[in-house]
């Protein structure tokens, strides 16, 4: 059975970067597409991005040009990369595979 764990959340300051990391135990090879989203403390979960098995991916606008997602089958691992943060992108984010949900990383953005 597949199991998510996501890593590598922490504080950082505005204008900072972080690389999330989504590892994925189970196979990952019968994963079609894999998706980031995030909770903010009183908001509902949203949508980050998400990247196919053949890397089609999208992002949603407000982290276009600042996240970059991506697969690492041999590892089973997927990533998202966070730069330019801002503290809007403060939220818990969760990797999935549209049925199972890791646990969550906390990612702070403050001065």
């Known amino acids: 059975q597949v199991q998510l764990a996501e890593s590598g959340g922490g504080l950082v300051q505005p204008g900072g970067s972080l690389r999330l990391s989504c590892a994925v135990s189970?196979?990952?090879?019968?994963?079609?597409?894999m998706s980031w989203y995030r909770q903010a403390p009183g908001k509902q979960r949203e949508w980050v991005a998400h990247?196919?098995?053949?890397?089609?991916?999208d992002y949603r606008s407000s982290v276009k040009g600042r996240f970059t997602i991506s697969r690492d089958d041999a590892t089973e691992t997927v990533y998202l990369q966070m730069n330019s943060l801002k503290p809007e992108d403060t939220a818990i984010y969760y990797c999935?595979?549209?049925?199972?949900w890791g646990h969550g990383t906390q990612v702070t953005v403050s001065s």
């Open positions: 990247i196919g098995d053949e890397g089609e991916i």
């Open positions: 189970g196979g990952i090879e019968n994963i079609i597409i």
């Open positions: 999935t595979d549209g049925l199972l």
